[in-house]
Nanobody, 124 residues
Framework: QVQLVESGGGLVQAGGSLRLSCAASGRTVSGAAVGWFRQIPGKEREFVAAINRSGNQRYYADSMKGRFTISRDNGKNTVYLQMNSLKPEDTAAYYC?????????????????WGQGTQVTVSS
């Protein structure tokens, strides 16, 4: 079992930046691929970014490319999402998730462990 806790969300003006953290406890997350997803009430959870076990492969949704950066520090059992040039449409609850098997990292259903989420609100 692994427990994931997100932090770093908050209120920011458009154009600003936030760094989200996903801290793992229990089973080490160094053997897992980790993804970030977001969700707006009434809509499906959508893929934001993912990073493989070693951290040498990163994937982004098209609308996040060039603005968001995912990284990991396996020594700290933590994965980060640096979000720059934020837009009001980035407002959502952001979740991190971990999977220990192989598969397409952008697929929500492939992840076994999820955090509780952290709210990001971008004002115009």
């Amino acid at each position: 079992q692994v427990q994931l806790v997100e932090s770093g969300g908050g209120l920011v003006q458009a154009g600003g930046s936030l760094r989200l953290s996903c801290a793992a406890s229990g089973r080490t997350v160094s053997g897992a691929a980790v993804g970030w997803f977001r969700q707006i009430p009434g809509k499906e959870r959508e893929f934001v970014a993912a990073i493989n076990r070693s951290g040498n492969q990163r994937y982004y949704a098209d609308s996040m490319k060039g603005r968001f950066t995912i990284s990991r520090d396996n020594g700290k059992n933590t994965v980060y999402l640096q979000m720059n040039s934020l837009k009001p449409e980035d407002t959502a609850a952001y979740y991190c998730a971990a999977r220990y098997d192989s598969g397409t990292l952008s697929v929500v259903s492939g992840y076994e462990y999820w955090g509780q989420g952290t709210q990001v609100t971008v004002s115009s």
